[in-house]
């Protein structure tokens, strides 16, 4: 049973235009959201990430809005580049309060960002 | 600083064999991490360490061992390889649990078993 849901496995946008990616939760205690970006053969890079407490946290091209009500969150990035094209994962915290670190991630949305 | 790195990067096995898969990273890390992800799937922990001599399971942890004999390693042992653990292998790891942010991945082992 998944906790943390990217359901659109693909997205394709226009350079220069908005790229948004959304995640969905099902455990309200998760207290710590992230996006990562996965270039092929390469291992997941920390791209931005979110505490439970805000709605908002912004970091160059990059925002991530969190709507803890609807247990969701999106990627928002702007304008897209031909070097964004990867693959996003969503991940929570998956001990919220604890130690472990580990994280849950989402299966993926690939981007693909057309010149 | 090399980072996080992993030994080998490809690896075909037949079912039965054994391998170790090695994880090292120079950064004086505290916490470590195996994960697996298989095709249109996302990353899922398989075990982990909060520091030298301990490990602890994740959420698929059978059929995998780990030790952690050394704070800068953290090895994974699979005794004998099944088709079900074909798959891209990733380490990481992270000064503690309180940033996850802070996690960093190795560049991945794709590990074939036929």
């Known amino acids: 049973d998944q906790q943390v849901k990217q359901n659109s496995p693909s997205l394709s946008v226009q350079e220069g235009r908005i790229s948004i990616l959304n995640c969905d939760y099902t455990n309200s205690m998760f207290d710590y959201f992230l996006w990562y970006k996965k270039y092929p053969a390469e291992g997941p890079t920390f791209l931005i990430s979110i505490s439970s407490i805000k709605d908002k946290n912004e970091d160059g091209r990059f925002t991530v809005f969190l709507n803890k009500s609807a247990k969701h969150l999106s990627l928002h990035i702007v304008p897209s580049q031909p070097g964004d094209s990867a693959v996003y994962f969503c991940a929570a915290r998956g001990n919220p309060g604890g130690s472990q670190g580990n994280l849950i991630f989402g299966k993926g949305t690939k981007l693909s960002v057309k010149p | 600083n090399a980072g996080v790195t992993q030994t080998p990067k490809f690896r075909v096995l037949k079912t039965g064999q054994s391998m170790t898969l090695l994880c090292a990273q120079d950064m004086n890390h505290e916490y470590m991490y195996w994960y697996r992800q298989d095709p249109g799937m996302g990353l899922r922990l398989i075990h982990y360490?909060?520091?030298?001599?301990?490990?602890a399971k994740g959420e698929v942890p059978d059929g995998y061992n780990v030790s952690r004999l050394k704070k800068q390693n953290f090895l994974l042992g699979l005794e004998s390889a099944a088709p079900s653990q074909t798959s891209v292998y990733f380490c990481a790891s992270t000064p503690d649990g309180s940033w996850p942010e802070t996690q960093y991945f190795g560049p991945g082992t794709r590990l074939l078993v036929l």
């Open positions: 360490s909060v520091g030298e001599g301990t490990t």
